[in-house]
């Protein structure tokens, strides 16, 4: 067992090649539904707004498909980024679990989604793409997008919700300084964007608003094109790289987590770390009848149940009967990806990394100060297993949308 604090890779260590946890789920996800007509969409229907080899990349089975070298050179600039053990933590709870976590602050974006951000730009250059349009909330995958447009000579096009362009100049003069314009949303620059400030003029939009915005431009033109910062299976796909070097650097460590922890709002950041860890799960066959305390509530998975070899995996699922809610229980190492923000009176504020919400509150159900329940914000819908519905492509505007005209207001 390591005493170390960090645990560094060398850039020959970059992974050669992405996982598709596709390749070993157990059953196959339900395809992804076309707004309009409720049909599964096919390769015809996304090539309006995405490049050829992000289609198949979203749809594809195969386990291992290979980072281009060109990408893997942008990657040099930042990875394999630094595992650390959180001894002082640990320390300071007074616990016997050992923490370690994944630092993915280091890229020039400050956030993990260049991850994808650059295979995207990527694969729109190859395609002679000269322009990418995109939506950003807090401007983090805006600040990613605006980067990887640099590294390949692409134009983009950030539409930033309203509320936070205005609050974040700083975020937005970072986006412009890779030459990136970024657009106040709703905007007078699209009809979708017309349509909002003609019946709400004072709109302090949304990231609904903003996707319409910059998908509906995308559709209208052949040299343009739409890149996600989340959801997808393509980007999901992407993000693995983190999970593929924690793995790597919990060997050095001498360790294997028991539990692997994230923050999931679209589900990138906790997929790109979990799901290396849960395919090795998947082909060894874990056990997941054998695990009586792996149904902590968790946006994480637990690895290995004290007593049980690697392999016994569980999917994060509702508490039992005799444990309190909200309870977790480590049971020796657990890797966390650290992108909640502690609060004093909320200790963890859960997912919407790119997503503005009420400052300071988690999301999920919250009592008004005087008793009255809120009520409740649907939590799971977009967990990264579960099947991917339409609603990213229904804001998108793709309702019934033929060849290249522009598409309906979608708010």
């Given amino acids: 067992m390591s005493d170390a604090v960090k645990y ?7 992974p050669k090649s992405w996982y598709n946890i596709n390749a070993d789920l157990p059953v196959p996800l339900d395809p992804v539904l076309h707004p309009g ?27 291992d498909i290979e980072i281009p070298e060109p990408v893997r050179d942008v990657y ?8 650390f ?6 320390k300071a709870l007074n616990t016997p679990a050992k923490i370690y976590y994944k630092y993915e602050g280091v890229s020039p974006a400050g956030s993990h989604k260049p991850n994808t951000a650059i295979p995207q730009a990527f694969y729109n250059k190859e395609e002679g793409v000269k322009r990418i349009t995109t939506e950003t909330g807090a401007g983090q995958w805006g600040s ?29 003069a970072f986006m412009e300084t890779f030459g990136a314009q970024c657009i106040a949303s709703p905007s007078d620059t699209t009809q979708s964007g017309r349509a909002v400030l003609a019946g709400h003029p004072d709109s302090t939009g949304s990231l609904g608003i903003a996707i319409s915005e910059a998908v509906e ?58 799901f290396p860890f849960l395919g090795r799960q998947l082909r060894e066959g874990g056990n997941t009848q054998s695990d009586p305390v792996g149904q902590d ?28 809610p909200g309870q977790a229980r480590l049971h020796r190492p657990a890797l966390v990806q650290p992108v909640g923000v502690l609060r ?61 005209q522009a598409p309906g207001p979608d708010l």
């Avoid at 560094?8 to 970059?14: A, K, P």
């Avoid at 040099?76 to 595992?83: A, E, K, T």
Wanted: aromatic fraction near 6%; charge should be positive.
């Fill in 37 to 63: 007509t409720k049909q599964p969409i096919g390769p015809d229907d996304l090539a309006v707004i995405f490049p050829r080899a992000v289609i198949e990349q979203e749809m594809s089975p195969v386990r």
């Fill in 76 to 83: 040099r600039q930042w990875r394999p980024s630094p595992l």
């Fill in 217 to 274: 431009m995308a559709a209208q033109r052949d040299d343009t094109k739409y890149a996600l910062g989340s959801v997808l299976n393509h980007v999901l796909l992407h993000q693995t790289v983190t999970g593929i070097e924690a793995m790597r650097q919990m060997d050095m460590a001498g360790d294997y987590p028991d539990m692997v922890i994230g923050c999931t709002g679209g589900g990138s950041n906790f997929a790109g770390l979990a």
């Fill in 344 to 404: 004093r009176r909320h200790p963890i504020r859960q997912g919407g990394g790119d997503h503005p919400g009420p400052r300071g509150q988690p999301r999920g159900a919250r009592r008004h100060r005087r008793g009255r329940e809120v009520p409740r914000i649907r939590g799971g819908q977009d967990h990264p297993l579960q099947p991917l519905r339409s609603w990213p492509l229904r804001h998108a505007g793709l309702h019934g949308l033929p060849g290249r």
């Fill in 297 to 324: 509530v968790y946006a994480g998975l637990r690895l290995r149940p004290a007593g049980l070899p690697c392999g016994g995996a569980a999917l994060p699922r509702h508490g039992p009967a005799d444990q309190p």
């Fill in 85 to 90: 053990r959180a001894r002082r933590l640990e």
């Fill in 144 to 172: 990613s997008l605006a980067l990887a447009g640099a590294f390949f000579g692409l134009e983009i096009v950030v539409y930033m919700v309203k509320v936070s362009f205005q609050q974040k100049p700083y975020r937005r």
């Fill in 8 to 14: 560094l890779l060398g850039e020959q260590d970059i």
